[in-house]
């Protein structure tokens, strides 16, 4: 394996939605493959709504899943048993259950920004998809939000400031419309370097393929 231990750290933008579990795996996957590889990677977060018209007290799961997609009661229940043994092998816990509802995450997208203030954006967003597929929390009431800032050490009055002058909404919005205009019509979509999308949760292979292809490009441009 090639030496990179003197390679700056390998930007990857992630755009996602924190009630999107093949975003909790595809991070996972990609995290995975990169400490395999010896691959330093400067993550960046990125807001994407996948239910941006969500009523406020949100709708159930299942039903959700069955008008948005056509899935049926065992097409859900095969993929929450997939997506519950994908994140194991990861260290990330799924614990759905019957009755679990999606909520709309605008709030949750302005805690994650104003906690990157600090240096913990990144805290934040793996301490939500926590909350919401482990915990089973609802991420867009302010409460949670608040509680969850500070079980990661931030201060709560801070929080709950920053969430209801809404003072990170207009760049929430701004980045979300960026991503849009860039193509992204669903999440995870990664982007290597700048350059190189990657959609959907590949798995640590292909994550793993990905790194050794552009750690070998990097290689070749000195």
């Not at 579990?21 to 996948?50: N, S, T």
């Not at 959907?200 to 750690?215: F, H, K, M, P």
Request: aromatic residues 8%.
């Amino acid at each position: 394996m090639a030496d990179r231990s003197n390679r700056p750290a390998l930007r990857v933008d992630i755009i996602s939605d924190v009630v999107c579990p093949w975003c909790a795996v595809g991070y996972g996957q990609l995290a995975f493959a990169a400490r395999r590889a010896g691959v330093a990677l400067d993550i960046h977060w990125q807001p994407f709504e996948l239910n941006p018209d969500m009523v406020p007290e949100g709708e159930d799961l299942r039903e959700h899943l069955a008008a948005k997609y056509g899935s049926t009661a065992e097409q859900s229940a095969q993929v929450r048993a997939q997506l519950t043994e994908l994140g194991a092998a990861l260290g990330f816990s799924f614990r759905f259950f019957d009755g679990m509802r999606i909520y709309n995450t605008f709030q949750a997208h302005q805690l994650i920004e104003w906690a990157g203030e600090s240096g913990k954006g990144h805290e934040m967003k793996q301490a939500l998809l926590s909350a919401y597929f482990t915990d089973g929390k609802n991420v867009s009431d302010s409460e949670v939000l608040v509680e969850t800032a500070e079980s990661l050490g931030l201060n709560g009055a801070d929080a709950r400031a920053a969430l209801e002058s809404g003072r990170h909404a207009d760049n929430v919005r701004q980045r979300e419309a960026f991503w849009v205009q860039q193509g992204i019509r669903g999440v995870p979509a990664m982007v290597f370097n700048g350059r190189h999308l990657v959609t959907g949760a590949q798995g640590v292979e292909t994550y793993a393929s990905i790194l050794e292809q552009l750690g070998s490009a990097d290689s070749e441009s000195r």
